[in-house]
């Protein structure tokens, strides 16, 4: 288990926009699984949407992103890079991540060739995919 201060001993991300509170688990070069637990003092809510907040899907993208990073930037060979997107292949959004969801984050890095990768991703609040599809990326 990874808190928020040991998380950014491996990304660069940092506040407002880490978007990971926790690491349950992590396989470097192979996978991640994280956690960001929603509440209503998001930076984000103020706007999207008044009286409605709903975590945008391009925010779930990128905590998705994060969780990635966190299994390849804890290679080894890649600390103290950065791991930059490449592309977004089919992202489904499935349910609206609110104020009080945990969201789960799955990322499983699927290929790599040199500096660039693809991970499967997958968002999960209690269980129920919220989000999933592909994220390629390039190791600068």
């Not at 407002?16 to 926790?22: N, V």
């Not at 996978?31 to 009286?51: D, I, L, M, R």
């Not at 999960?124 to 995919?129: F, L, P, S």
Request: glycine share 10%; proline share 6%; hydrophobic share 40%.
């Amino acid at each position: 288990m990874l808190n928020k201060e040991q998380i950014e001993k491996i990304i660069p991300q940092r506040e407002p926009f880490l978007m990971i509170d926790e690491v349950e688990e992590y396989v470097p070069g192979e996978s991640c699984t994280a956690y960001k637990n929603v509440n209503e003092k998001e930076w984000y809510f103020k706007g999207h949407f008044p009286g409605n907040p709903i975590m945008p899907g391009v925010l779930i993208t990128e905590s998705l992103a994060q969780a990635g990073a966190i299994a390849i930037l804890s290679m080894e060979e890649n600390k103290g890079k950065n791991a930059l997107f490449g592309g977004i292949d089919k992202m489904k959004f499935k349910k609206m991540v609110v104020p009080g969801d945990r969201l789960k984050l799955q990322v499983k890095i699927i290929k790599r060739k040199g500096p660039i990768g693809i991970g499967e991703a997958v968002a999960t609040v209690e269980d129920k995919i919220v989000a999933k599809g592909g994220l390629t990326f390039a190791v600068v």
